[in-house]
């Protein structure tokens, strides 16, 4: 019984301190985004559109693997991938974005 409600807790109340959440954010190509207080982003994958209905996947290269509470991601201005649409003006970025909480002691 012991390992069973011990259990119970862990599931229960285990995910309210880790707990991380997807995101999705579109922005403005040149633009800037600030990180939450206390959170961490990590960008999953990441296109470029123009509204058109076709959305052209870019390379993470373009990012850094984390951004920290309060640090500005800071979108190009011009990607590669950008060629293979025509006309490179209103170009935005479509991110998917992990949120972490930022470990507090």
Request: hydrophobic share 35%.
């Amino acid at each position: 019984m012991k390992w069973i409600s011990l259990s119970f807790i862990l599931f229960a109340f285990g995910p309210v301190k880790a707990q991380d959440t997807t995101l999705v954010r579109t922005c403005l190509q040149g633009s800037a985004v600030q990180v939450p207080k206390d959170k961490s982003w990590t960008i999953e994958k990441a296109y470029i559109t123009k509204n058109d209905g076709y959305n052209i996947a870019i390379s993470l290269s373009n990012f850094d693997k984390i951004y920290t509470s309060e640090s500005k991601l800071s979108l190009p201005y011009y990607c590669a991938e950008m060629e293979l649409i025509s006309g490179t003006s209103s170009i935005f970025y479509i991110l998917t974005i992990r949120e972490k909480n930022s470990e507090t002691n």
